[in-house]
């Protein structure tokens, strides 16, 4: 019951993070909204490991950390170097 409550609450705060990915004033509040959708997924498959007991979720929650990651390096490094005129 609580690990539900938790994954409600988690898809509900993703999604308003959606909302600021999709409309974004500037390209750099869309980036804040893409990192801020990452750390909410990340967490929603933390909690599928604890509710399911699988381990290799925890893995995947990992590669999930690590590509997001450097995904928002890749987009900050292209905006802030050639892609100026993104807005």
Partial sequence: MFL???SLVLVIA??????VVLRGTDP???LLGYTLVAGKVNMLVI???????HSF???????YTLLSYIG???LSDYM????????
């Fill in 57 to 63: 979720y925890l893995d995947i929650a990992l590669v």
């Fill in 14 to 19: 993703s999604v308003l993070s959606g909302v």
């Fill in 28 to 30: 750099w509040n869309r």
């Fill in 4 to 6: 539900t409550v938790i």
């Fill in 47 to 53: 909690v599928l490991a604890l509710a399911t007991g």
């Fill in 80 to 87: 802030a170097g050639k892609g100026r005129d993104l807005g």
């Fill in 72 to 74: 928002v390096l890749a």
